[in-house]
Every structure is written in structure tokens, then in C-alpha cells.
T-cell receptor, first 111, second 110 residues
Framework: GENVEQHPSTLSVQEGDSAVIKCTYS??????FPWYKQELGKRPQLIID?????GEKKDQRIAVTLNKTAKHFSLHITETQPEDSAVYFC??????????FGAGTTVTVRA | NAGVTQTPKFQVLKTGQSMTLQCAQD?????MYWYRQDPGMGLRLIYY???????DKGEVPNGYNVSRLNKREFSLRLESAAPSQTSVYFC?????????FGPGTRLTVL
């Protein structure tokens, strides 16, 4: 199966600063690269995704960049706000039935 | 349109007891999944079902069984619960690769 690693495992940022989380994967066949956000006590929800034919995608303050050659993709959050405090997971895959999630990155935004 | 629903939300079992976690989706999708979530380990796939009548093992299937009752429902059964099965369990369905999760079941095995 896919070997997925996320870095860092925890990230503390000052409100208004940027946050970057990196996800590396092993399966070169992966063609779908999502990021999920899980707030405390809630279910994970998709916040942004990218497919292999695109290098970057933005949605307001969040963006995802993909480097297929190096097999990694990153989540970028700009102008962080307290509501960005959560655990973020990546889950790169090719086949919906061989889905592997990263271990998660806990982001804390300090006021 | 509730998406994915799960019952119960909380459950406490004693070692050796059995129980079934229920999951239903109203999105008319073929794919359904069961995950467990433990601190620091992300979401690990227990079983998945590509369509009604089919199920397959995921990363951590030992100690669990599943039933895809119909297109809407996918249940997870613990025949003889163990403390190592203390976890939060999520059911999910996928739409165009995106996973839609249920609210989760917090299970404690004493």
C-alpha cells in the first residue's frame, strides 16, 4: 500500500502568520491529492484537493501545491486565524480502495 | 440529505462482549468504508465495500467483521471486544474520490 508521511506532526503559529504542511508518498501512480481538516471532536472534512494534471490550486486562504516528480504535495494556509486550529490529514491515492491517510498535523494558532 | 450517519455515538463494552456499529448513507454511492482513529496514527482502514454484496479487508481487519446489507447500509461487528479496540470509529462513503465521513462512534472497551 501507499506509504504516506506528513511533516511536521505539530505546528504552532502566531495568528496572521502562514502555515505549511508537507505530505510525501511512495506510490507514483497516485493521482488524487486531498487535504482533510478535523476539528476537535468532529469528523474529518475535505478542505482542498488537487489532481495530478495540476500543479497548484488555491481557495481563498488555503492552497495546495504538487510535485509529482518528487512525490510530495503541500498545504499552505496564509493569514492564519484561530479557526484554523485543527488536525490536518493528507490522503494521496490512485485507487479509492487503497486509501492511506497520513498520521496528521496538529496546527495551533496562537492569538 | 444527511450524508453519512452512524449509531451509536458512544459505547462502553466489557472485554469479550460483542456489538455492531451501524452506518447508512443517503448519497446513493457504491463505495463505503470503516476506519478507526487512534491518537497520533491518523485514520486506518478496517474494511471497505466497493458495492453492494462485496467487502474487502483494509489495513487493520483483525477482530472485525462487516456486512454490506444493501446499498445504503454498511455495518461493523466486533465479535469479542478487546481493550485494543478502544478507538473512535468512522464510517465513510466516497463521491468522486472525496471521502464523506459520518460523525463517529467513540468506543471504550474495559
Amino acid at each position: 500500500g501507499e506509504n504516506v508521511e506528513q511533516h511536521p506532526s505539530t505546528l504552532s503559529v502566531q495568528e496572521g502568520d502562514s502555515a505549511v504542511i508537507k505530505c510525501t508518498y511512495s506510490d507514483s501512480a497516485s493521482n488524487y491529492f486531498p487535504w482533510y481538516k478535523q476539528e476537535l471532536g468532529k469528523r474529518p472534512q475535505l478542505i482542498i484537493d488537487i489532481r495530478s494534471n495540476v500543479g497548484e490550486k488555491k481557495d481563498q486562504r488555503i492552497a495546495v501545491t504538487l510535485n509529482k516528480t518528487a512525490k510530495h504535495f503541500s498545504l499552505h494556509i496564509t493569514e492564519t486565524q484561530p479557526e484554523d486550529s485543527a488536525v490536518y490529514f493528507c490522503a494521496p491515492h490512485f485507487n479509492d480502495y487503497k486509501l492511506s491517510f497520513g498520521a496528521g498535523t496538529t496546527v495551533t494558532v496562537r492569538a | 440529505n444527511a450524508g453519512v450517519t452512524q449509531t451509536p455515538k458512544f459505547q462502553v463494552l466489557k472485554t469479550g462482549q460483542s456489538m455492531t456499529l451501524q452506518c447508512a448513507q443517503d448519497m446513493n454511492q457504491n463505495s463505503m468504508y470503516w476506519y478507526r482513529q487512534d491518537p497520533g496514527m491518523g485514520l486506518r482502514l478496517i474494511y471497505y465495500s466497493a458495492s453492494e454484496g462485496t467487502t474487502d479487508k483494509g489495513e487493520v481487519p483483525n477482530g472485525y467483521n462487516v456486512s454490506r446489507l444493501n446499498k445504503r447500509e454498511f455495518s461493523l461487528r466486533l465479535e469479542s471486544a478487546a481493550p485494543s479496540q478502544t478507538s473512535v470509529y468512522f464510517c465513510a462513503s466516497s463521491v468522486s474520490n472525496e471521502q464523506f465521513f459520518g460523525p463517529g462512534t467513540r468506543l471504550t472497551v474495559l
